[in-house]
């Protein structure tokens, strides 16, 4: 089982649509949760973090965290054509305290116009 | 402007010659860290660095070495670079090490190794 795991897609929406994105982990001890978007040939951008259970909202993104179910989301509301990227989860590693962050093979999101 | 510079964007080199892909960061973390990113193999930790002179391996060290003189600087070395490293490099800082904090990247070193 890989640590962090996510749909590699692509998953297309159409614009104005919900994506939803989905990721989960194996590590119980994990405590932060982020979610980077990456443009193609570009470095991930940290878009959302999220530390306790339950919804985060901030702009058109919603994150959401279940530690008991060990998985966390990514709502894209009102989806549009700048949003196709590829969507990595990130979990620390919960087990150490090395700061490192464990990445999801990401998920590719297509927004048709 | 906070950001993680990384040089050079891009380098090809041959086999066995020595090379430093730079990383500076001007936002004062503690923390830094390298990793590769390969397709179907996800971002992988090579090494990374809670502090000044305090280094440790990742996942994937073999062939890399690192050093941390500086807060602020975090070069990444292939003393005999091989096919096998070309990849995508990213430099990574964080705040902290502690769990609470995301990484803001570099801008990307893309290796290739003939």
């Known amino acids: 089982q890989k640590e962090v795991e996510q749909n590699s897609g692509p998953l297309s929406v159409p614009e104005g649509a919900i994506a939803s994105l989905n990721c989960t982990y194996s590590?119980?001890?994990?405590?932060?949760f982020f979610w980077y978007r990456q443009y193609s040939g570009k470095s991930p951008e940290l878009i959302m973090f999220?530390?306790?259970?339950g919804d985060k909202e901030d702009g058109r993104f919603t994150a959401q965290l279940n530690k008991a179910s060990q998985y966390v989301s990514l709502l894209i509301r009102d989806s549009q054509p700048s949003d196709s990227a590829t969507y990595l989860c990130?979990?620390?590693?919960?087990?150490?305290?090395?700061?490192?962050?464990?990445f999801g093979q990401g998920t590719t999101l297509q927004v048709k116009p | 402007e906070a950001q993680v510079t990384q040089n050079p964007r891009y380098l090809i080199t041959v086999t066995g010659k020595k090379l430093t892909v730079t990383c500076s960061q001007n936002?004062?973390?503690?923390?830094m860290s390298w990793y590769r990113q390969d397709p179907g193999l996800g971002l992988r930790q090579i090494y990374y660095?809670?502090?000044?002179?305090?280094?440790d391996k990742g996942d994937v060290p073999e062939g890399y070495k690192v050093s941390r003189k500086e807060k602020r600087n975090f070069p990444l070395i292939l003393e005999s670079p091989s096919p096998n490293q070309t990849s995508l490099y990213f430099c990574?800082?964080?705040?902290?090490?502690?769990?609470?904090?995301?990484?803001?990247f570099g801008s990307g070193t893309r290796l290739t190794v003939v």
């Open positions: 999220i530390y306790s259970n």
């Open positions: 990574a800082s964080s705040l902290s090490g502690t769990p609470l904090y995301g990484y803001t």
């Open positions: 660095s809670m502090n000044v002179e305090v280094t």
């Open positions: 936002m004062n973390h503690e923390y």
């Open positions: 590590d119980r001890g994990s405590q932060s």
């Open positions: 990130a979990v620390n590693q919960g087990s150490s305290n090395t700061g490192k962050l464990i």
